[in-house]
Nanobody, 122 residues
């Protein structure tokens, strides 16, 4: 089991930016960011393989960028052009396996962080 700890959440005005970070306690394979809002169940935001292949939900394409630093066991989510609809709790998920595809089923992720709150409001 790998411990995941998210950071970087906070409050921002519409149009603003935030960068989320997720620190893993050890080496990990595929990783992803999910979010949970008041209206929806946990949904995929972005995913990345150990080799750097990425996939995004349609609602964040062109605005969010997922990246990782394998030397530091870190994954990041750069979020730009934020809107109120992006408000929610963002979770980092990690798989102990290394799958060739970025987008996985929710059940493929073995470990989750505690989440970090993102609030977009004027």
């Amino acid at each position: 089991q790998v411990q995941l700890v998210e950071s970087g959440g906070g409050s921002v005005q519409p149009g603003g930016s935030l960068r989320l970070s997720c620190a893993a306690s050890g080496s990990i394979g595929n990783m992803a960011w999910y979010r949970q809002t008041a209206e929806k169940q946990r949904e995929l935001v972005a995913a990345i393989t150990s080799g750097g292949l990425t996939d995004y939900a349609d609602f964040v394409k062109g605005r969010f960028t997922i990246s990782r630093d394998n030397n530091k066991n870190m994954v990041y989510l750069q979020m730009n052009s934020l809107s109120s609809e992006d408000t929610g709790v963002y979770f980092c998920g990690g798989s102990l396996r290394r799958y060739p595809s970025a987008r996985l089923m929710y059940s493929n992720y073995d470990d989750w962080g505690q989440g970090t709150q993102v609030t977009v409001s004027s």
